[in-house]
């Protein structure tokens, strides 16, 4: 609002009406502010001066001027078209307008209405007082709606335009080219120099974007370490996919002065170029992709890349793995374990299967998406119900797989023992398998886990030792009666040197420490013999037995 004048608009194709009101309102002050009047006799000066005065408080405009409902349209001019909102109207009653007043009021947003006697008379100034006193409630109203609204579309630290305004923007129609900016290793500059240094960094790394950049693209600050570059239609310098690759290598080569510091950053960029619909969830989709390929990578969306693929397959199989839960579809398959030394089968392993329109699925068509969708420890209790089932009728021990997710559910431990109290199966008949991985080596919660069944009377196994994240101090941590030697060391154990080292090493260190050894993908007879000769204990695989709903016959 202008500090010194209150704006008032009259409207009126009536010269003698606008001398009258121009001397009633001479040297007036309402609100320790003098009255500025302007003057238009049509709309088209009014819409002129409407431009120029974006302040104005007050507009009276007559209905009828060069034609009977000029004054009326004026008005959806200002509202509709112009989207002013603040600006009182308050509509002057006219002879040559034959709209009844009720019509007006209902179709029209107008503030008020008014004959033309009591633009004459000393009832005006009262109008004026009265529409003035809303008005700059109005806009008060309308200055903390604004201050509210720039504070949820700003980011804190960096002062650029955050989440929330980026998907305003975003929401309009055409394709759309977007660069997803994600500065690498960040928490180690918060945890190292402190959150501090760490935001002035990032109002560092903002600087840079928008000199570098604002020509092409609006910067955006998502969160944290994340920013967008939002390229401009109008300019189609950075929709062109090598300037992708520019900007990562821009980043790289840029000297960051952090409080007198020079710090050097990189970024990992997951781009989206000239697409509709999703637009931010692509860009990270393509981030993500990035970041497969390590740190200061850079990528650009495709339906094809392989983590669209996952999540598209991952969509796709939650919902059968939940309707296959609901339906009874989850099965347990048993796939015997042969005792090398006697030739006799002592165990059996539960796998589980999924049955989806008569067909059966093993866990690697699903297994992922369980993880993804938070199903794993559902499947869990079905397969340890299924497994204790069978357990009833026979005496042989029955092993089943458990997931860190499993170990890590807070009711894990007293469902195992619901359901076994369900059945009446003794703990030493179940042996859990553990597939190995770096959460249970650094885990200490998930070793208090397994420490605790183990004094529960269950066996403990360790799943394809060998793979991935070997960690022979496990063997030091837990309490394990079993080690089983990943499947990719057997499988191809009889040509393969490598295989055959790295067998024999588990195979000799286990034995030190005189826990038996199980060789699975024992899929032919040349690998069972290897193995057997090799002083395996125990052996899985096609060359025993497929994995089956049924037992073998005893």
């Known amino acids: 609002m202008s ?147 720039k504070k949820m579309t700003t980011n804190e630290i960096t002062g650029l335009p955050n ?40 109002r560092s790394f903002a600087k840079f974007l928008v000199k570098r950049y604002s020509k092409y693209a609006e910067v955006y600050h998502l969160e944290v370490d994340k920013f967008v570059l939002f390229c401009l239609q109008s300019d189609t310098y950075h929709t062109q996919e090598q300037s992708i690759s520019m900007i990562k290598e821009d980043i790289y080569k840029h000297e960051f002065d952090v409080k007198g510091i020079k710090i050097h950053l990189t970024a990992t960029l997951g781009a989206v170029l000239d697409e509709r619909g999703n637009i931010i969830q692509k860009a990270e989709f393509a981030l993500k992709e990035a970041r497969l390929h390590g740190k200061n990578s850079a990528r650009k969306y495709s339906d094809d890349l392989q983590i669209v693929r996952t999540v598209q397959s991952n969509s796709i199989w939650t919902g059968r793995i939940r309707k296959a839960i609901r339906d009874n579809k989850i099965l347990a398959y048993f796939q015997p374990i042969q005792n090398l030394k006697t030739g006799k089968i002592e165990k059996y392993e539960a796998l589980v299967r999924l049955e989806y329109k008569g067909k059966i699925y093993t866990p690697f068509h699903f297994l992922d998406a369980a993880l993804y ?57 179940i042996v859990f398998e553990i597939l190995e991985n770096n959460s249970i080596a650094k885990n200490r919660n998930i070793q208090d886990v397994l420490n605790v069944l183990y004094k529960d009377g269950f066996k403990l196994a360790i799943d394809d030792f060998g793979a991935d994240c070997s960690n022979f101090a ?81």
């Open 163 to 202: 989440r929330m305004k980026l998907n305003e923007n975003l929401d309009t129609i055409g394709d759309k080219s977007l660069i997803l900016i994600n500065i690498d290793d960040f928490s180690l500059i918060n945890n190292h120099d402190g959150f501090e240094f760490g935001n002035e960094v990032l």
């Open 373 to 429: 969708s938070g199903q794993m420890f559902e499947i869990f209790k079905i397969m340890l119900r299924e497994t204790c089932k069978k357990a009833q009728t026979t005496s042989f021990v029955f092993s089943i797989n458990i997931s860190e997710y499993d170990l890590k559910h807070p009711k894990f431990i007293p469902t195992i023992h619901k359901i076994m109290k369900q059945y009446n199966v003794a703990q030493d008949q």
């Open 3 to 149: 500090p010194k004048f209150w704006e008032i608009l009259l409207v009126d194709d009536n010269a003698k009406l606008h001398n009258i009101v121009e001397k009633s309102f001479d040297e007036i002050f309402i609100q320790n502010k003098k009255v500025k009047m302007l003057h238009a006799h049509n709309a088209q000066e009014a819409k002129k001066l409407i431009e120029k005065n974006s302040d104005i408080a007050i507009a009276f405009i007559d209905i009828a001027m060069q034609t009977p409902e000029a004054g009326l349209k004026l008005v959806n001019y200002i509202r509709d078209t112009l989207h002013n909102t603040s600006m009182r109207i308050i509509i002057i009653d006219s002879d040559n307008s034959s709209i009844p007043i009720n019509d007006i009021l209902d179709h029209y947003d107008i503030n008020d209405y008014k004959e033309r006697k009591c633009i004459t008379s000393q009832r005006l100034f009262t109008t004026i007082r009265t529409a003035i006193k809303q008005y700059q409630q109005f806009k008060d109203l309308q200055d903390k709606r604004d201050e509210i609204y």
């Open 474 to 554: 496990q063997l030091n941590n837990l309490s394990i009666n079993f080690i089983k030697i990943d499947g990719q060391f057997i499988k191809n154990i009889t040509n393969d040197k490598n295989s055959q080292i790295t067998a024999k090493t588990i195979l000799n260190y286990a034995h030190q420490k005189e826990i038996p050894v199980v060789a699975e993908f024992v899929c032919s007879k040349e690998v069972y013999d290897y193995v057997k000769e090799m002083g395996v204990d125990f052996a899985q695989g096609y060359e025993i037995a497929e994995p089956s709903p049924t037992l073998l016959p005893s």
